[in-house]
């Protein structure tokens, strides 16, 4: 086995897409996120993207772009998973974190060799076709320049509410809410003009587009305003030629896990995100 790899994303991409796209949306990180660098025509020297080939076939893959290693695994091979984690050990990558499909990234976990101070468990589901639900009042309304700091300011709300860890810097955040605008991929549920729940695609591959970003103030949750903001999202996604809708849960969650049945999602992988001390 040996180890290669990557200076740009673009070159990850050629090398790796084919492999990835056999479970796309269990790989939806990877891609989504390889081909978001892409298009954007950054270039970040502490991007990391390496592969570990035996016989010129990929076994394992990872990349990261912020603290935490995204992994995947094509084999059953534990050497190839050992190996990813030895190369960010032998090039003196710190690790925040690890996230991949729960049995990989705990095998990473254990080869890098940091204690874990938490675990999420997660679930990646996947939508085909929407199910027939009664709507909450209100309609769906695309996100416009004019909401920038609107967005700016429920995403602090959200990633406060959700405990992510490390949280995005306010830049980060702008980024994002920036290059969902500007694609029109960031929505609202609305009632007589006012805002009550938030939803964006996230990331899209070549026939998945992913759900995300989901929140609604405490104050007004309960009403099923989410609920019909996911759906008209999903339904938004399917009308534009994607062929499958994919969002995560954390497992505990049993109300999250309940609302996206309902509509018509089904778990398909469980992942795991590991925070190292």
Same mark, same amino acid.
């Given at each position: 086995m040996q180890r290669i790899s990557y200076s740009q994303a673009s070159e990850y991409l050629a090398a790796t897409q084919q492999r990835l796209a056999e479970k796309e949306l269990e790989h939806n990180l990877i891609l989504g996120i390889s081909n978001a660098i892409v298009a954007s025509g950054e270039s970040n020297p502490n991007h990391v993207f390496v592969n570990i080939i035996k016989d010129e076939k990929i076994l394992a893959s990872s990349m990261k772009t912020a603290s935490r =290693? !995204? !992994?995947a695994n094509f *084999? *059953? +091979? +534990?050497?190839?998973?050992?190996m990813l984690a030895e190369y960010y050990q032998e090039v003196s990558i710190a690790l925040d974190g690890v996230v991949g499909e729960q049995s990989i990234a705990k095998a990473f976990s254990k080869h890098y060799g940091k204690e874990q101070i938490a675990e999420t468990g997660l679930l990646v589901h996947?939508?085909?076709s929407l199910n027939s639900i009664e709507f909450a009042p209100g309609k769906?309304? @695309? =996100?416009?320049?004019?909401h920038f700091n609107f967005i700016c300011g429920w995403t602090h709300k959200f990633e406060k509410d959700a405990l992510i860890d490390p949280p995005k810097s306010k830049e980060e955040i702008a980024r994002s809410?920036?290059?969902? !605008?500007?694609?029109?991929? !960031?929505?609202?549920? @609305?009632?007589d003009e006012v805002i009550v729940s938030m939803a964006a695609i996230v990331r899209t591959t070549a026939h998945v587009g992913i759900v995300g970003l989901v929140y609604t103030p405490a104050s007004l949750r309960g009403n099923g305003y989410a609920t019909a903001l996911v759906h008209a999202v999903s339904d938004a996604i399917l009308k534009q030629g994607? =062929? *499958?809708?994919?969002?995560?849960?954390?497992?505990s969650?049993?109300? *999250?896990n309940k609302i996206y049945h309902r509509i018509g999602?089904?778990?398909i992988a469980e992942f795991s995100e590991i925070t190292f001390l």
């Open positions: =290693a !995204i !992994i *084999s *059953s +091979d +534990d050497e190839a998973v050992k996947q939508l085909h769906m309304m @695309v =996100a416009t320049q004019e809410t920036q290059r969902w !605008i500007d694609a029109g991929q !960031i929505f609202f549920w @609305v009632i994607y =062929a *499958s809708c994919g969002l995560f849960t954390e497992k969650n049993p109300t *999250s999602y089904v778990p």
